[in-house]
């Protein structure tokens, strides 16, 4: 194989690779690679990205902690147009900010016919009606501090959709195409449900650089950003303008350089062993 072009396989079974995800995940370190072995296996897009963009994806969910599984709904790598991203699910948005001992309460879900009779335009508070059908009209995503601050955020399901036209070039791709490619397609509901917490957390939530409210700061950063040296930068957004935001320093993330490719890397056909003792 070319040197230049080394397999996922063979970065994650070079020594210096292998420590440093045991440096972020300790005795859970072979089950977090053999999972991201698991996922490029199993999706034939992310065979297609570069092994550096996956690893500094799965580089970022292993320093928030959080599993790549994608039936467990925490985190995910997704592929677009050959570069691999950090995504956060809504778990994974509940997860580090219960972790930040802040919150008593943080939910998101759909809202059927009638269940919102109205929105106080003073105070944003949403007075509950009666369910009169099973339609989902919109979703909504509810938290409270333990200081007893509360706050809600609504949107309809219109919104969202608008929502995923403007800030996601490969759902708008979808809607001109008439494909059902991007998640937006695919899996409506969890993005909806990510979409109105996140922007409840990233509007009213605690976002501060202590140490508890840290991982909660950077994953709202690195959420849908492919991770480069110069920091998080962002392929699926608006116009297709590729934004990069430098890294956050409120958290010790993996770079690119903690993923530099090794001297000596083994061949591919010398890993399938070693995965399968993982």
């Not at 009638?114 to 944003?124: K, R, Y």
């Not at 998080?232 to 297709?240: A, C, L, S, T, V």
Request: charge should be negative.
């Amino acid at each position: 194989m070319n040197k230049e072009t080394p397999s996922i396989q063979q970065l994650l079974s070079s020594p210096q690779i292998k420590r440093r995800f045991e440096e972020l995940l300790d005795k859970s370190a072979p089950s977090f690679i053999s999972s991201i072995l698991t996922i490029c296996r199993s999706n034939s897009k992310l065979k297609e990205c570069s092994a550096n963009s996956i690893l500094s994806a799965a580089g970022i969910a292993a320093a928030l902690k959080l599993p790549i599984n994608p039936s467990l709904g925490f985190a995910y790598i997704v592929p677009y147009k050959g570069q691999a991203s950090f995504q956060l699910g809504a778990k994974g948005f509940i997860q580090l900010a219960m972790r930040s001992g802040q919150y008593r309460t943080l939910n998101s879900g759909a809202v059927r016919e009638g269940q919102i009779a109205e929105i106080d335009f003073v105070t944003g508070e949403i007075i509950r009606g009666e369910k009169i059908s099973e339609e989902i009209v919109g979703y909504v995503a509810y938290m409270e501090l333990l200081n007893g601050f509360k706050k809600s955020l609504f949107m309809t399901v219109d919104e969202l959709y608008t929502h995923a036209e403007k800030y996601s070039q490969s759902y708008a791709y979808d809607v001109r195409s008439g494909r059902k490619s991007s998640v937006w397609s695919t899996n409506f509901d969890a993005m909806a449900k990510k979409t109105v917490l996140k922007k409840l957390l990233s509007n009213f939530g605690v976002i501060s650089i202590d140490q508890q409210s840290a991982a909660l700061a950077t994953a709202l950063q690195a959420d849908q950003a492919v991770i480069t040296e110069d920091g998080f930068r962002y392929i699926d957004n608006e116009h297709g303008e590729e934004k990069v935001v430098p890294f956050s320093d409120v958290i010790d993330l993996p770079t690119a350089e903690d993923f530099d490719e090794p001297e000596d890397l083994p061949d591919d056909d010398n890993t399938d062993s070693e995965e399968k003792n993982d």
